[in-house]
């Protein structure tokens, strides 16, 4: 379904939707990020990326999976928490971060479905907005088979077209937010239409980086394990955990027990982020850690993303965002050394 | 009549000044307020910054670090280091904005029962008007 | 502004007469304005070099890799590791020298001067920017940076760039090298510590507020732990192992590692995290600033080193980094030590 929306009636339509909770971009003091929404004003959908994306609303950083107490009687005692969210609506959603979900779902799907994860994933419909102009100079979506105007895994994909948006419904939770307002939303001219499709053309020429080789990257990598490559790339990493935190498809996570009292015992099991650059991600209890060095755990960020994930579920696990790019302390940059992953030994 | 807040004080004391004081105090039957967990360490030179921070996240309401006087330390220098090392804790505590009165460091010898049940005393009188710590505290 | 050929003909000599293992320096990067470390193995590669005010990264951070690297190999080549180090970055080697992580003989230092000038805040440059592209990047005799992108030449006075710290620099040129190139200017910021005192002046709520705020965005990256050249200690309070287990440990000392806080991004165990690393970094700490370079959220953690900076200074007259020789602040104290503050 195509509709038009003008944007002045934005607010509008974002105040029939009062049954949700409402997530969009907001800036604080040049930091954007998406934050739940009080009032419709407060959306500026003016912006280029976040610094988080929308990852951090599904796939929340910290999660209480369970309380436990001991009682007199029973022993010890465990509640479940499962998230039982309101509906939810994240406006804003640049194609590349909705097309991340897509990939997470796979993760925390298939044979064994997280309810933590999919309890807020089916709540929550995904309003985008494609990238007429690049959000970062570092975007390189056209890469790794995606678009700024890519449709995975949003339900409502909205268009700037200067003094209203092209909207196309994409699903039928999208459906139910643009029929909450139908009278708002009108059919869209020929003229409208054309617009579009020069945006559409324009943007993705304005996407300046990208891999060369990117097809040859996966049967080159599984011969590269004891590649030195991976030797002089690390050489200027630090060991922080910006490129996968800030990832939105980075999913690994760590389970601990937070006590609260130890007499009578009460406390939470906590899931929170992990993170595969960490020294102490893979050390075993034992003192031996199998990845003992920056090199093995930059080859194991490639690894997985451009080998493993492709083995197991046939796309890249990289949406091209390009936010470990631009924010790496010390410039390693994804594209040049996957760059350098097919050339090599050539 | 609602119940008066008896704030929750975490004493670090030294075992062989402060940690004796105290016990003075005990055996002599001075009376002060029932406030104080006291947590006995060897010297006020051990306490990490990492203790005084633990205390506050674990809901204490007020924190005390009481060694020897200079020149008595039974390791000769730790409380010279202790009082170094908590200066810097103790503002850098207060720039944070935590509550000033909440953070003190004492000296109290074996022989000063009565000064350590006044300090005591004042550090409990402090405490009750500011009401319970929820700054540092981790949620619970 | 020091001549990137001098620059380059010293890495040269030093990497042609085999004297160090590689030199770190800078290079360009693929990824934005700012560059990347470099490490240089061959004379002939020194022409990747650069160094303009936007080497802003201290170097001396690889050092740690470097002497962990040497400890796993079984015949560790015993040469030096060449460094370019700005004024600041050489303070960090001064600690790192004081507090023995380092031999003398393990560096071969090739100090830059600041002269009169710094490096650039990232964020305050692209502003002015607006995406675009540098080619380069140079003072000019009058406190000025000009920028060259593809529109052009833009002049911009240096105090709206410089990176924080550099307005704040108490040490513009190397304390400690083996060559320096450029000239020994000494600069006397009228306050070095203005920004701590922005903070001290608010009150004891409104402090709390700002800290609380700031310190809430923090996703435990640990990115300002990682970048930093005096975190380098073995074993970490944040980690959730103890790194210094072996196979001998027994399960139970395992079992009794203390859990000094907790994994989740909360404020109170933010609070934990970012108030020990700032406290282990009393007396330590150089200013250079990377810590809060790096932040993707832009927490201001410089304001909390800098504030044990003047802590230091005003308490007890102790300055970091200048002096190799001198005991370190927590490691020392004077008879006449403030304590008025104890009961």
Redesign the interface.
Known sequence: MEKVLAKKSFPQWVKTLSSYKIFAPIEK???WSYELIEKPEQINLDYLNT??SPKKIIFP??EVYLEFFASNEEGIEVKELLPDEKPSVIFGVRPCDAKALTLTDKVFGGDFEDLYYWNRRKQTALVGLSCSTPPS??CFCLTVDGSPFSKDGLDVLMTDLGDKYFVETLTKKGEQLVNSAKTLFKAPTEKDKKNLAKIQQDAKKKITRQVENIKKVPPQLKEMFDSPLWDEES??C?????CT??CPTCHCF?I?D?I?SSSPLKGKR?R??D?CQ???FT?H????NPR???ASRLRQRIMHKFQYFVELYKNYQCTGCGRC?????????I??VLDKVSDYGA | MAEEFEPKIVAFLCKWCSSAGSDLAGVSRMEYPPNVVPITVMCSGSVSPLYILSAFNKGADGVLVSGCHPGDCHYIKGNYYARRRIALVKRLLDYFGLEPQRFQMSWVSAAEGVKYTQIIKDFVQELKPLGPQKKLR?A? | MVNLEDLKKEAKAVLKDEKVKYVIGYEK????L????A?IKKPEDVEKLIWDPTCI?NLT??LT?EKQ?KA?EKQPDERPVGIIVKGCDSRALVVLLQEKFINREDVYIIGVSCESAGVVDE?KLSKKLK?K?IENIEFDEKDNIIVTTKDGKTKIPASEILAERCLECRANFPVIYDVLLGEKTKRQPENPFQSVEKIESLSEQERWDFWKEQLSKC?????C???CPMCYCDECVV???N?A???D?TAEE?AQKIKWL?????LSENFVYHFIRAIHLAGRCIDCG?CE??C???IPIRFLNKKLEKDAKELFDYDSGFDPDQPSLISSFRDEDPEDFIR
């Open positions: 003091e040049d930091l610094v988080l950083q910290r100079p570092n050489m200027s630090i060991q922080c955990g910006i935190y800030l760590d601990n937070e609260d906590i929170t982020w993170n960490f020294p102490d050390m209890s034992s003192g031996h003992p060095d920056k790019i631009s924010q790496c302390p010390v410039g390693i940059d594209i040049e | 981790r619970q | 990067s693929s990824n934005g700012m560059p990347a470390p490490f990264h951070r690889f890799d690297k796993r964020k995406d592209k996703i435990r990256c640990y990115a732990r990682s970048v980690d959730t192992i790194f287990v072996t196979a440990t395992k907790e994994k989740s991004p909360v990377e370079r790096v993707p959220l832009d």
